[in-house]
């Protein structure tokens, strides 16, 4: 009875998962590139302000729309 319901849980790891796999990847591509060490720290530390900026946004859109009655002030972000 919850066929629809599962459907969506599955799309939304498959998706997680090649999030996960994306990152890593990048990570390591980073991380084997010949840089130096100053250079490497800067560009890893710039990425992850960018990172961390996204996933705040993409935090914020998915709370507005489970409560579309709600503005961004009332749930909180």
Do not use: C, H
Not at 6 to 29: E, I, M, P, Q, T
């Amino acid at each position: 009875m919850n066929n629809g319901n599962d459907d969506k849980n599955a799309l939304v790891y498959l998706l997680a998962g090649f999030g996960l796999g994306a990152l890593v990847g990048a990570l390591a591509g980073l991380l084997f590139a010949p840089k130096a060490g100053n250079e490497m720290r800067e560009e890893l530390g710039g990425k992850m302000k960018d990172l961390k900026g996204k996933t705040e946004d993409w935090i914020s859109e998915q709370r507005a729309k489970r409560l579309p009655g709600k503005n961004a002030e009332e749930i909180g972000v």
